[in-house]
């Protein structure tokens, strides 16, 4: 599996940003996938998850009510839809997918086999 993910970018607070990320490779609707964030000095953190047929997705309280996941299964998409930005979200944005779970997303890192190479969301304030 890979994935590539795009759309970061510098945004003021309270703007918004839409992240995307194009997995390739195994079947994509059979997995969990999710956005991970990593600030500067901090550890790799859970933002927002979706099971594998997008039933019901997941997310922090930092994000809750603020970002939404998707995915299109028929383009091999995952997106991630920021809006009220705000500076504390900086940080390089992940896409994963976790091939060899049970099609719920965790949010522990280590339950994620693959792993797009980041993206960085700047929000100034």
């Known amino acids: 599996v890979q994935l590539q993910a795009s759309g970061g970018g510098l945004v003021q607070a309270g703007g918004s940003l839409r992240l995307s990320c194009a997995v390739s490779?195994?079947?994509?609707?059979?997995?969990?996938v999710a956005w991970f964030r990593q600030a500067p000095g901090k550890a790799r953190e859970f933002v927002a998850g979706?099971?594998?047929?997008?039933?019901?997705?997941y997310y922090a309280d930092s994000v809750a009510g603020r970002f939404t996941i998707s995915r299109d299964n028929a383009k091999n998409t995952v997106d991630l839809q920021m809006n009220s930005l705000k500076p504390e979200d900086t940080a390089v944005y992940y896409c994963a997918a976790d091939w060899l779970g049970s099609g719920h997303p965790a949010e522990d890192v280590s339950e994620y086999e693959y792993w797009g190479q980041g993206t960085q969301v700047t929000v100034s304030s």
């Open positions: 490779g195994r079947t994509f609707g059979s997995y969990a």
């Open positions: 979706l099971t594998w047929n997008g039933g019901k997705s």
